[in-house]
């Protein structure tokens, strides 16, 4: 039965999986008043429902307006792996539809809440505590990273963490995770020690060298698809205050940055942290938001003289400060609560290859000027050959051989929920000619970031055939009745891959 509807949703076509995936749902549902009442009964203080205080504060925190507009039945916010454990085997036993919610960041509808099933909200689960050897930061699956950061800067420490205060440690973990210090010590991933999961027997595992390794290895992008990240053991450093802040520039610098972009990338300085974000809305025009760290006490380093010293320019933050400031400034530069959306495509190449790129985003404002509130914005940043080095191995796919890469980003926000197909299509067309340029010159990198994919894409495809074997075959093992691929259907499913 259900069994067969999973080894159905692994092979058929794109059509057949959606369809089981819908019996599934449709089934669920009856059971979901079933499931709230139960939940409500056995863990009173953790359950709510519309109309609450709790359940409505819940909905506005996440970032997304499509998030916010999705209505579960209710809500089950646990404190302890314990209850996620229990919750986890109630789900799965009464085939419920439902998602998991850690910092509420995801963009995407239905990655992190889910309407008319049951959300399991860990954002109590927000712990971080420091061994006595300073050498690792325990951080439970609901925490954002702005919780983190205040805990190691006091202690002078860090961690590959994420870079904006307000995104979860959970996804960005299991998505891979880019870092102020990936060129030193990789990916946010690579340097996970261990994972805490509940999986969907409600066994409360670990995964890590020594113990459930494929598992440990699996995690290292494979998001959601194998039961619930409830706490992640993350390696620590020495690391003092250090250089960093905003240029806002004009346009006009646009030439000499990209310059400056390929430089760095060419010749990368393992202590440079970069993205640069050109910018077009109908009120403001083009603008060009660069966002630079250097991970060293040392003011303006040459390599990064491009983007500080561009002129003429309208905003420079840049001083000497610690994670926890770069990190709130830069979520003071994200507007939540609006319809917003990122896609997201890899490539390599020279300058001419950047040059390129850029012009076909900026032939693309054409197709979505007329929007309401548009704001189009592409972003870049260096993908060196470090971030494939560091750690124990991910499921990412990359490697050193692929060569430097620039990885590009294309977040876009608008008002009217009327014009979410425009605004999707038009981002559809413009990462397609993108792929089909970088295609043609030879650059083409099949990698999607997950944590920058859109729904309509497909980054867990772009790990490789061998990747995606051995990530489906981790799933089987861990959920051979399907409770992530389909009774949890938001997010990247292996399955669909």
């Known amino acids: 039965m259900f069994f067969e509807d999973l080894l159905s949703f692994a092979t058929a076509s794109t059509d057949i999986q959606s369809e089981s995936s819908t019996r599934y749902i449709d089934s669920a549902l009856a059971n979901v008043k079933q499931a709230c009442e139960l939940l409500s009964l056995e863990l009173p203080s953790i359950v709510s429902y519309p109309g609450s205080t709790a359940y409505e504060a819940a909905l506005h925190s996440y970032f997304s307006a499509q998030e916010q507009a999705l209505l579960p039945a209710c809500i089950v916010a646990p404190t302890t792996s314990a209850e996620v454990s229990f919750i986890v085997k109630t789900l799965a036993q009464l085939r419920v539809p439902f998602a998991i919610r850690g910092g509420g960041h995801n963009l995407n509808a239905g990655a992190a809440n889910i309407a008319s099933g049951i959300t399991i909200n860990l954002r109590s689960m927000n712990q971080v505590t420091v061994n006595a050897e300073k050498t690792l930061v325990s ?4 925490a954002r990273w702005g919780e983190v950061y205040p805990v190691l800067d006091a202690q002078k420490m860090a961690t590959s963490c994420g870079r904006v205060s307000d995104v979860g440690v959970g996804g960005l973990s299991t998505g891979g995770g880019i870092s102020y210090f990936s060129g030193r010590k990789g990916l946010v991933c690579d340097n996970i020690v261990n994972y805490e999961v509940v999986i969907a027997s409600g066994a409360v595992i670990n995964a890590n060298k020594l113990e459930n390794r494929d598992l440990w290895h699996a995690l290292k992008g494979g998001s959601s698809n194998f039961g619930v990240v409830t706490r992640l053991d993350i390696s620590t450093f020495p690391q003092d205050k250090f250089y960093g802040g905003v240029v806002v520039a004009d346009y006009s610098t646009l030439n000499s940055q990209l310059e400056g972009f ?3 990338l060419a010749n990368f300085d393992p202590h440079a942290a970069l993205m640069i974000s050109i910018s077009w809305s109908a009120s403001k025009g083009y603008f060009i938001f660069d966002n630079v760290e250097y991970t060293k006490d040392i003011t303006d380093p040459p390599i990064m ?73 592409m972003t870049i940043q260096p993908w060196p050959h470090p971030f494939e080095a560091q750690g124990s191995g991910n499921s990412l796919g990359l490697s050193s051989s692929d060569g430097p890469l620039t990885l590009f980003l294309l977040s876009y926000s608008w008002d009217l929920a009327s014009d979410d197909e425009a605004a999707t299509t038009a981002a559809q067309k413009l990462i397609a000619a993108i792929d089909a340029a970088t295609q043609k010159a030879g650059h083409y990198h099949s990698f999607k970031y997950l944590n920058y994919a859109a729904y309509w894409q497909d980054p867990i495809a772009g790990y490789g055939a061998e990747n995606v074997r051995k990530l489906k075959a981790m799933a089987m093992k861990y959920d051979p009745a399907g409770s992530f691929q389909i009774g949890c259907p938001g997010g990247f499913k292996i399955l669909r891959s």
């Open 139 to 142: 951080i439970g699956g609901g």
């Open 262 to 264: 390929s430089n760095l």
């Open 305 to 377: 003289m491009p983007f500080t010293q561009a002129s003429p320019q309208f905003m420079n933050t840049m001083r000497i400060s610690d994670v926890s400031d770069f990190a709130t400034e830069a979520s003071q530069f994200a507007s939540a609560g609006l319809r917003t959306q990122f896609a997201t495509t890899t490539f390599g190449g020279p300058l001419s290859m950047l040059t390129t790129v850029q012009q076909i985003w900026s032939n693309s404002i054409s197709t979505i000027a007329s929007i309401s509130g548009i704001n189009w914005a």
